[in-house]
């Protein structure tokens, strides 16, 4: 595990606070406090989250997205994440290469009532 502070990885990893390399696996960490905010409630929060991570999906990379210190949520914001996500990715791809952390149980509750309406 490496935190992304100066060097070359930041050029390359500019959004990521952290990466892990394991074999063939990549692994990409976003401080969702220090990408969107303390709220993530509105659509065009959910989708600047979507513009973040599509290329990293798109190139195999895991996705993790740790919502340390992130204090409310909204069912508009995981449904413009997901929904656009589920648009350009097939299911398994987004359930197997995102993994949350940190989220609240009110967050984990909009999560997955996103997954089951999308």
Do not use: P
């Not at 969702?32 to 991570?53: D, M, N, P, Q, Y």
């Amino acid at each position: 595990m490496k935190d992304i502070v100066d060097g070359d990885e930041s050029k390359c990893f500019r959004n990521v606070a952290r990466w892990e390399q394991d074999g063939e696996t990549v692994t990409l960490t976003y401080r969702i406090i220090s990408e969107v905010g303390r709220e993530c409630t509105a659509r065009s929060e959910g989708h600047r989250l979507f513009l973040l991570i599509w290329h990293d999906l798109a190139t195999k990379c895991t996705v993790e997205l740790d919502f340390a210190g992130v204090t409310s949520f909204s069912q508009t914001f995981f449904d413009a994440l997901y929904g656009e996500l589920l648009k350009c990715f097939q299911s398994f791809v987004v359930m197997r290469r995102i993994h949350s952390q940190n989220l609240s149980l009110v967050g984990w509750d909009l999560l997955h009532s996103t997954l089951r309406h999308i």
